[in-house]
């Protein structure tokens, strides 16, 4: 069996701030992002991952920097970045972005999923570029615990096609930063251990 430990990066500036992020916004960790990152280092570092995964973006790596600096092996796949927002990214979530979003999400929820922002991706084209990223994984690994770094709504995706919802069920899955989604693949089946845990973080 393949144990799958999928997080989502730890927190930001634009996260705290509420400013879009997504795909084309390379930030990094903020002070309580850090100490995310160090809590879940503490808690998970004795789970033998054989290999470390995250995005090609710091803010992924940078929240796996303590196994990186402890020997554990590290690898950056561009198929695990985030959802690029297209014009949204860099703006705050205000009231008329807020509309933005519950719209589109309306559009995705109902199956519209090849439905973006301008300059944006779709539901569809992040899950073919994540799951390209994640049968590399599968290829190279077909037992024991690999730690995957990625980000909120990439992660919504990942979860919502592995566990058989679908994509337009992907907002049921949550993503807090650090929150932790350990999926057991057996063969060709997949199982939800935890989702979104967040009990690493008690001390913080």
Known sequence: MLHLYF???GETDYNALRIVQGGGIDSDLNETGRSQSQLFFEKYKNEGFRKVYCSTLKRTFQTIQP???NDFSVEKLSGLNELGWGTLEGQPFNEENHRKFVEINRQWSEG???AAFENGESPIQVWERANAGLQEIFSAHKNGNILI??????LRIICSMLLG????KMNEFGHDNTGLNLIIK????FVAAKLNSLEHLNRL
């Not at 919802?165 to 337009?168: D, P």
């Open 7 to 9: 997080i989502r990066h």
């Open 67 to 69: 196994f990186a600096e």
């Open 112 to 114: 519209n999923l090849d």
């Open 149 to 154: 770094c990625t980000h909120g709504r990439t």
């Open 165 to 168: 919802a679908g994509l337009a």
């Open 186 to 189: 057996e063969d060709s089946r």
